[in-house]
């Protein structure tokens, strides 16, 4: 399957302070990625769909000021966590579209603890 | 609103026996459908997809997809206890979804030795 890596694998900051997530496409092109929450024992939650070149698309109740996506190459998203409080903490998940069919791999993820 | 749903579990086997995952969907249209693993404390791994109906083999793993009765299975043969995990059901649905895929609550399979 393909690949898709995640940097960090793990962070911890004070309240107040911001952390960027790097979603990566190693071996494929992605022209979509999707970033996920997922709190302990819970399911997966879509935060929003990212897509080359243009504006994230946020599911409802998601903050974009304070959830910064940027997708700018078909390999790499960013996701920015502003400002985060100790109720952002979590796991956080990329996954990325191969453009050539509809399959979806998903990063290694990322766990976030906010102090 | 587009849903799918999965049984909880947990589902206890024995190894060597026969597991069977199931899923249903809200959305008819829907065309893609994606088993995923998931260990704990770690991401989905992508085990088989399926977007025709019918069976789809792939090792120990079989996908059988009904689209008429928006059913969708996967079963595992000679189970391990490394199989223990949480299966999620994914699911494309129809207009234009941007690909995003809705996710069951997953299903936690245990295999017992």
């Known amino acids: 399957g393909a690949v898709v890596s995640q940097h960090p694998s793990w962070v911890i900051c004070k309240s107040g302070t911001s952390v960027k997530i790097e979603c990566r496409s190693l071996?494929?092109?992605?022209?979509?990625m999707f970033w996920y929450r997922q709190f302990p024992k819970q399911s997966l939650m879509l935060m929003a769909t990212s897509n080359e070149g243009s504006k994230a698309t946020y599911e409802q109740g998601v903050e974009k000021d304070k959830f910064l996506i940027n997708h700018a190459s078909l390999t790499l998203s960013t996701l920015t966590v502003t400002s985060a409080h100790p109720e952002d903490s979590s796991f956080y998940i990329c996954?990325?579209?191969?453009?050539?069919?509809?399959?979806?791999?998903f990063g290694p993820g990322t766990r976030l603890t906010v102090l | 609103q587009k849903e799918v749903e999965q049984n909880s579990g947990p589902l206890s086997v024995p190894e060597g026996a026969i597991a069977s995952l199931n899923c249903t969907y809200s959305d008819r249209g829907s065309q893609s459908f994606f088993w995923y693993r998931q260990y704990s404390g770690k991401s989905p791994e992508l085990i088989m997809f399926?977007?025709?109906?019918g069976d789809k083999e792939d090792g120990r793993f079989t996908a059988q997809l009904n689209k008429a009765s928006q059913y969708v299975s996967l079963l595992i043969r000679d189970s391990q206890p490394s199989d223990s995990a949480t299966y999620l059901c994914?699911?494309?649905?129809?207009?234009?979804?941007?690909?995003?895929?809705?996710f069951g609550k997953g299903t936690l399979l245990t295999v017992n030795p």
């Open positions: 071996d494929f092109q992605a022209t979509t």
């Open positions: 996954s990325a579209r191969d453009y050539r069919n509809n399959e979806q791999f």
């Open positions: 399926i977007y025709s109906n």
């Open positions: 994914a699911v494309i649905g129809s207009g234009g979804s941007n690909y995003k895929l809705t």
